[in-house]
Structure formats: C-alpha cells, structure tokens
C-alpha cells in the first residue's frame, strides 16, 4: 500500500486514546464547585444566604493561620499535586485500543484491533516449519515473539519466524513501523 503521510496523520488521530475517566472527574468537579459558588452568591444578593459553606469558621481560621502554617502548606501541596497529576493524565495518551492501517485513502480510515493484529501475527509465525505454537504481545510499538519449536537443530528458525512476522505486517500495512523481536524456545 502506498504511504501517504496525511491519511496516515488522519487514521492517527481518527484513533487516537482519549482520556475520558480524567475530563468527567474534572468537568464534574468543576460544576459542582461553580453550582455551589452560584448558588451562594445569588441567595447572599437576594438577601437570604444558604450558607452551605460555613464561611464564618473558615474566614477565622484563614486570619489566624500564618501562611507557614503545615496544615496550610499540607493541604496547598495536595490541592497543586491533584491538579498537576490531572493535567499529566490529560496531556499523556493513553493505550490505543485500535491499531491504524494505511487505506490509501484520507478519508478512510480503519482501525484494526490489537487482539486480531496479534493473533494474525501468532498464526504467520505458526506457519514457519518447525514451529509448533507461537504467542505475540505488543509492548508500545514492538512486536515481541515467543514461538515454541520441537526441533533440535533450531539455526535459522528464528530469522524465519521474524521474516514471517514481517511479511503479515507488511500486508495488514498499519500507521506505525513494529519491530518485530523473536524468542524461540526449544521444548
């Protein structure tokens, strides 16, 4: 399949993990903390404060705390840890759960499942002669194989096993290059 870089961009981002658990924490949090600070400043204008948040107890604990005060800096530095650890979640992309494939076309694009990209690969190394049972991970952008072989004389087995591999990759063509690295175990 021909390469073109921008169907390849667009079939990256197409599938590109998004952080969903982080943002609902977050908007929820968010909402909630505005919900309350509206609703305090629209019954305090109209004469009749809720105070759901006793103000009275926190405003005379914060003129007597001094700014060094360990509980202050305490909880400051959990408050600015939580708030640094939701930023990193959102900035870091998570697992993809497709793997991209070229389509040759920018407006198509297909995703393929890890769970069928690795299974293809298992079955291409167990057509190599010699090997009787092969398991494929992926580890970030590597294809790690474990192929089980009864024979005793085993030279070449494992360069067949990575040529094998190889080549079913070249044919599923996906987005990103895989290295493919082979462990072969002698039963």
Known sequence: MAKDASADRAA????????????????TLMTLLGLLVALEVISALLGRPLRLVPYDRILSWATSTPWNDPRLMTGAGLVGL?????VLLALVPGRPTLIPVRTGDRDLAIGMQRRGFTRSLAHAAEQVQGIEHARVRLRGKAVHVAADS???DTRGLADAVREAVNLRITALSPVWKYPVRVHLREK
Do not use: H, N, S
């Open 12 to 27: 990256v981002k197409a599938f590109r993990p998004r952080r969903v658990v982080p943002a609902v924490i977050t908007a």
């Open 82 to 86: 939580l708030g640094l650890l939701l």
């Open 150 to 152: 009864g024979m005793r």
